[in-house]
């Protein structure tokens, strides 16, 4: 009888996995079977395909920066201020990654921002309007 009565508890444990697995099988399953289409929401019907041809490709490498520094000026307009989250998303070791933050404030392309708050001080990155501008041209 007693048995019985906690069988919700077994029913909880196996419901909190189930509920962060499934979204995510859910969305492999939809990126498997879309296909890359261009085009508005507003005209579904029409749907053209993205060629997957070398010269596309080509395209594609041409508009990516191409050193570090480039990149990492382009996470900061992006919208990106906190040193640990810039280094998990470009993939570089703390010293290249500072060397490089060290070589952008001193052209001027970004400043650092100390702000205090709740936890402690807080330092935030922010790209200057000629960073900004040489990462548009």
Known sequence: MADDNLLWIYLIFLIIPLSRIIPR????????????????????????????????????????????????????????????ILQKKLELDSEALNSILEGL???KLMRVQQKQGILGQKIELYPTEEGIKKYYS
């Open 105 to 107: 404030e001193n052209k």
């Open 25 to 84: 099988l859910i969305k492999k399953w939809k990126s498997n079977n879309t296909t890359k289409t261009l085009g508005s929401e507003r005209t579904p019907h029409i749907k053209t395909t993205i060629p997957e041809t070398r010269e596309f490709a080509d395209i594609q490498n041409k508009s990516s920066p191409k050193t570090d520094e480039m990149k990492v000026l382009g996470e900061l307009v992006q919208g990106t201020k906190n040193f640990e």
